[in-house]
């Protein structure tokens, strides 16, 4: 079921409205080993060190971005080590039944090799990921590892809780820094100021905004702040519903690979399928699953796009530490 603007707003209130206090953005992932990872990050020090290049809110996106690259990391290396195994296998049969023409020993011969390189490459990633958060969480690499174990084991990627909503209440921009910055000085309540929603049709569906009283003072700023903020928002929001789309398309595609590996072990056990083919098979299979990792990894990406739209001016995508690569 998708939310309406409404029942998100209950989940993620105005600053300015009566409401429980906000829980952090990354709750909404669940994941303890990220808390931990944003609390060491965003601790205060009272070492005589220089400043800290990131202040806090961009500490919190730059970790959350790169621990989902190594949980993506760690997935793609056992998917692609699963499938560099069964060409090995492929290659021993194929050598055993000696055939006429080597053209496809010669592919499986490339298939290991360009395994080989991109398991060098991932490899290499998270090495250098592992190495960063350590520095940024001012602990030591063994350190680091043991509070990333399961994320090491390849044992669950992050998922955010909420379902992706529709459309969003028009008064969730009163959270954003720049919309509370111009409406203070014109001393307008934003939250309630703001009417309507906001969507991603490219059109305003807002109300209009309160009018100030004295508008020779610069008043027209307010509207102007408002409505770039309502358009970065609706370019997030789209960003994550196309995401989401993606990657439900991507997990029924790893649906119909396992559904179809399922068939052909069925059938090898029978005697109506070669060694070969099942191996074959599996490969596809890893590589569907593999596919379906990089977009979980990108919607989770998205949704840290999309709350930073709607909890502050921060730019998500200068502070990117990791896009994963789609292969």
């Excluded at 910055?181 to 309160?210: K, M, R």
């Excluded at 027209?220 to 519903?241: D, F, H, I, N, T």
């Excluded at 690979?257 to 090898?268: I, P, Q, T, W, Y």
């Amino acid at each position: 079921m998708v939310p309406s603007a409404s029942s998100f707003e209950a989940v993620v209130p105005a600053r300015h409205a009566t409401a429980p206090p906000l829980q952090a953005w990354w709750s909404g992932f669940g994941d303890p080993t990220l808390d931990s990872l944003i609390a060491a990050a965003t601790a205060p020090t009272h070492s005589a060190a220089p400043p800290r290049p990131l202040s806090a809110t961009r500490a919190e996106i730059a970790v959350a971005l790169t621990y989902i690259a190594l949980n993506v990391e760690t997935l793609s290396l056992r998917y692609i080590e699963n499938a560099r195994s069964a060409v090995a296998r492929q290659s021993q049969l194929m050598q055993q039944s000696k055939p006429l023409h080597d053209d496809f020993q010669k592919q499986l011969a490339q298939r290991h090799a360009n395994a080989d390189d991109a398991i060098r490459k991932i490899q290499a990633q998270r090495e250098s990921h592992i190495a960063w958060l350590a520095a940024q969480c001012r602990l030591s690499e063994v350190a680091l590892r043991a509070l990333v174990a399961d994320t090491l084991q390849g044992k669950a990627l992050p998922r955010f809780a909420l379902p992706v909503p529709s459309e969003l209440p028009m008064a969730l921009l009163a959270n954003r820094d720049d919309v509370d910055l111009a409406a203070s000085l014109y001393g307008i309540d934003a939250a309630s100021a703001l009417d309507g929603v906001i969507a991603t049709t490219g059109q305003s569906d807002a109300g209009e905004p309160a009018q100030a009283e004295d508008s020779s003072a610069g008043y027209p700023l307010y509207p102007l702040v408002v409505e770039q903020a309502r358009k970065e928002v609706s370019g997030a929001l789209l960003s994550l519903q196309s995401q989401s789309d993606a990657t439900q398309a991507a997990y029924r595609r790893m649906l119909d690979a396992k559904d179809g590996f399922e068939l052909s072990k069925a059938r090898h056990d029978r005697g109506q399928l070669s060694e070969v083919q099942l191996m074959e098979d599996f490969q596809g299979l890893m590589l569907a699953l593999q596919r379906l990792a990089v977009a979980n990894g990108d919607l989770a990406v998205a949704w840290i796009a999309f709350l930073g739209s709607i909890g502050g001016d921060t730019s998500i995508q200068s502070t990117a530490a990791w896009h994963p690569e789609r292969g």
